[in-house]
C-alpha cells in the first residue's frame, strides 16, 4: 500500500491548462478504474471533483477534466482560475476493498 | 442536504485509547458505505478503513489493522473509529466520509486526534 506518486508542485497563469499526474502500479490505478481526485484548500476539508476516472460529480466544472492511461492517472484543469489554487489528491483502489492516495500536488496561480 | 459531523479527537498518551464518531444526517445512512481518511499535519491524505452499509465488512489500511476497530449504527446514522495503542505516528485529523462510486463525494469537518505524553 505504497502512496502514489504526484509531482510537488504545478504552476499556472490565469486561463492556462495545467496538468497533474498520478502514477501507480499494476496493483492499483492499472488494475482498476476507480480512480477519484479531490481539491482542498488549507484548513477544509477534502473535495471530490473526480470519481471513476473520468466523471465529475454535480456542481464541478467542465474545466476539470481527467483520464488514465496504463499505471497513470491525470488530471487536467483548463482556463486555470485563482480560485483552484489548492492541493490535489489522486485516489486509487488497491484491491480488497482498500484504497491509496497520492502524495498530493500543490497547484500556483501565479 | 448530507451533513457529516465528526467528534471524539483530543489529546491522549501513547498507547491510549480513543474513539471518534461521525454524526450523519441528510440521507440514507444504512444504504451508504463509509470510511475513515486521515490527514499529519502539513502531510497528505491517507485512507484508513471502510465499512460496508450493513457493518459485515471491514477494511484497514496496513498500518492499523489490530489497532483500530471502525463500526457503524444504523439505528442512530452514526459511524466510529475505536482506536488503541496508539502512537504518534498517528497524530492526525480524521475525516469521515460518504462513498459514491469509487470516490467520497460528503466528507465531516474533522477532529484532530494528537497523540504524545
Known amino acids: 500500500q505504497s502512496a502514489l506518486t504526484q509531482p510537488r508542485s504545478v504552476s499556472g497563469s490565469p486561463g492556462q491548462s495545467v496538468a497533474l499526474s498520478c502514477t501507480g502500479s499494476s496493483s492499483d490505478v492499472g488494475a482498476y478504474g476507480s480512480v477519484s481526485w479531490y481539491q482542498q484548500h488549507p484548513g477544509k476539508a477534502p473535495k471530490l471533483m473526480i470519481y471513476?476516472?473520468?466523471k465529475r460529480p454535480s456542481g464541478v466544472p467542465d474545466r476539470f477534466s481527467a483520464s488514465k492511461s496504463g499505471n497513470t492517472a491525470s488530471l487536467t484543469i483548463s482556463g486555470l482560475q485563482a480560485e483552484d489554487e489548492a492541493d490535489y489528491y489522486c485516489c486509487s483502489h488497491a484491491g480488497s476493498h482498500a484504497y491509496v492516495f497520492g502524495t498530493g500536488t500543490k497547484v500556483t496561480v501565479l | 442536504e448530507v451533513q457529516l459531523v465528526d467528534s471524539g479527537g483530543g489529546l491522549v498518551q501513547p498507547g491510549g485509547s480513543l474513539t471518534l464518531s461521525c454524526a450523519a444526517s441528510?440521507?440514507?445512512?444504512?444504504?451508504?458505505?463509509m470510511t475513515w481518511v486521515r490527514q499529519a499535519p502539513g502531510k497528505g491524505l491517507e485512507w484508513v478503513a471502510n465499512?460496508?452499509?450493513?457493518?459485515?465488512?471491514?477494511y484497514y489500511v496496513d498500518s492499523v489493522k489490530g489497532r483500530f476497530t471502525i463500526s457503524r449504527d444504523n439505528a442512530k446514522n452514526s459511524l466510529y473509529l475505536q482506536m488503541n495503542s496508539l502512537t504518534a505516528d498517528d497524530t492526525a485529523i480524521y475525516y469521515c466520509?460518504?462513498?459514491?462510486?469509487?470516490?467520497?463525494?460528503?466528507w465531516g469537518q474533522g477532529t484532530l486526534v494528537t497523540v504524545s505524553s
Open positions: 466520509a460518504k462513498a459514491y462510486n469509487s470516490g467520497w463525494t460528503d
Open positions: 441528510g440521507f440514507t445512512f444504512s444504504n451508504s458505505w
Open positions: 465499512i460496508n452499509p450493513d457493518g459485515s465488512g471491514k
Open positions: 471513476d476516472v473520468n
